[in-house]
């Protein structure tokens, strides 16, 4: 690790949602955390790339992170997708144990470095598809209460038709799982996806206060969204 | 809601049955006794093993290859594995009243998660989606007989297996054995609030399999079977 870019930094302590892995309980770090949730096309992934790259440009040591992105079952979670037989308690456990994996080998590692790590999506998203699916609240919050709180956590909110719209822009058929079919919502494709999007949506606002989650208007420009993240971390930043 | 309230209640026909005890107990001999015997009698049964499923393990190998696995990231890869198991054949076979055998349960995650330095209350409501068992047998066994009944072979143990990931000493035998013993610690503590039935692991294969079995009987006395549990899905 870079030892320049950590230095001058304070440690601190990391808050968690619930019981802690036991032995990272009183880890301590030097990074800051933040996180960008959002549905698919929301512009999450854009939106990252382009903060990164600012953030580099003004010195920091940046590293992205991301749901199903583990060695450990990054790749078998794809495996699992595609051929539709696991019941939702096991995706769901599945999804916890990647995310476990990446929480203890990449994320917190690098926080302890004094990197900004920019997490694209993160546990709410996992617990919005479980909320809608009928997994208890309590049940999902409890299972990621090894989770750490992020510093700054934002929720790209979009129009469920204008995402459809963005989505056929750049495919000509829309996810099996975004648009919650394995629900039964409706025998009509696009109107299961906007009514499943809304559910998730719906989640999101009532997780907002409990997780302070700062919703965004993710229904405007790319640049206007991105100046508006910007001035928001950037303020974060200089006050901490 | 576009869908409907998913916690819905419904009635159980079937009865499970669980033995729990470390490797090397003669837990796994037993239920496969109690298999042939139900069979012999044309009930429905199924036997189901811990860590056993087909698809997960599919989908986990690669990572097991790669990564080493925190006592987090174990006891989930663990509770996935359960799931599957749980959701695809336990529950749906309960409800087709089946009897359901099952050849270690909830409570070797409880022990093994909880021995890894797993927090107690996060590893027991993890698993709270799982209905609680109509018997469990706990075979307990002093840890020496155990251990000598699995070590005698001198086989290869694996790295998880062994318990090296908890640093108990770096010769494999020996930190199998510390860790097998915390194991029996954990189960000792849970006989009385879980409801086990203890099994003395050193009795004959006979005399065990029909103290199980007088057991097991119980479960299908008239008074019993008009006693149905109800369970949320």
């Not at chain 1, 963005?166 to 919502?185: A, I, M, P, T, W």
């Not at chain 1, 009532?206 to 991105?226: L, Q, V």
């Not at chain 2, 330095?117 to 409501?125: A, L, S, Y």
Request: charged share 30%; proline share 3%.
């Amino acid at each position: 690790m870079n030892l320049q870019l950590t230095e001058g930094k304070k440690l601190r302590k990391v808050h968690f949602y619930g019981h802690a892995i036991p032995y990272l309980e009183d880890v301590e770090i030097k990074g800051k955390f933040i996180v960008i949730e959002g549905p698919d096309n929301s512009g999450r992934t854009t939106q990252i790339e382009l903060l990164s790259s600012k953030l580099e440009a003004d010195g920091h040591g940046v590293m992205n992170a991301g749901l199903r992105r583990s060695e450990l079952m990054g790749e078998g979670i794809a495996e699992a997708k595609k051929s539709y037989i696991l019941g939702k308690r096991t995706m769901s456990l599945f999804y916890a144990a990647d995310f476990a994996d990446q929480l203890e080998n990449k994320i917190i590692p690098a926080l302890r470095a004094g990197y900004i790590v920019l997490s694209d999506r993160y546990i709410y998203t996992l617990m919005a598809r479980d909320a809608v699916r009928g997994i208890s609240k309590s049940w999902s919050h409890n299972l990621y209460g090894f989770a750490l709180k992020p510093d700054l956590l934002f929720y790209l909110d979009v129009e469920p038709k204008e995402l459809a719209h963005r989505v056929f822009k750049k495919n000509s058929s829309l996810d099996y799982y975004e648009s919650g079919v394995d629900l039964g919502l409706s025998e009509n494709m696009l109107e299961s996806y906007i009514i499943y999007q809304r559910l998730i949506s719906k989640e999101f606002k009532r997780m907002e206060r409990k997780y302070s989650i700062i919703p965004i208007d993710g229904n405007r420009d790319i640049m206007e969204i991105n100046i508006d993240l910007q001035k928001r971390i950037d303020g974060f930043l200089t006050s901490n | 809601m576009a869908i409907e309230k998913m916690d819905i209640r419904k009635e159980m026909e079937g009865k499970l049955i669980v033995v729990e005890g470390i490797d090397g107990s003669g837990k796994s001999t037993q239920i496969r006794l109690l298999e042939k015997w139900f069979r012999s009698r044309e009930i429905p049964v199924f036997l189901t093993e811990w860590n056993s499923s087909d698809t997960v393990k599919q989908i986990t190998s690669k990572g097991k290859k790669k990564g080493t696995l925190t006592p987090i990231t174990f006891s989930l890869l663990h509770a996935t594995d359960f799931a599957d198991r749980y959701e695809r054949n336990i529950l749906p076979l309960l409800h087709a009243g089946y009897v359901v055998l099952a050849d270690r349960y909830i409570y070797t995650a409880y022990a093994r998660d909880i021995t890894r330095g797993c927090n107690p209350e996060w590893v027991k409501k993890v698993y709270e989606f799982a209905v609680k068992p109509d018997i469990t047998f706990y075979f307990s066994v002093h840890v020496d007989i155990a251990v000598e009944r699995i070590l005698s072979g001198r086989p290869k143990l694996k790295y998880y297996e062994a318990g090296m990931d908890l640093n108990l000493s770096n010769d494999p035998y020996e930190s199998y054995r510390i860790f097998q013993s915390r194991i029996i610690d954990q189960y000792n503590s849970m006989v009385s609030s879980e409801n086990f039935v203890v099994v003395d692991g050193t009795m004959e294969i006979e005399e065990s399999q029909k103290f199980l079995r007088s057991h097991a009987m119980k479960l299908f006395e008239p008074s019993s079977i008009n006693s149905r549990r109800s369970i949320s899905v």
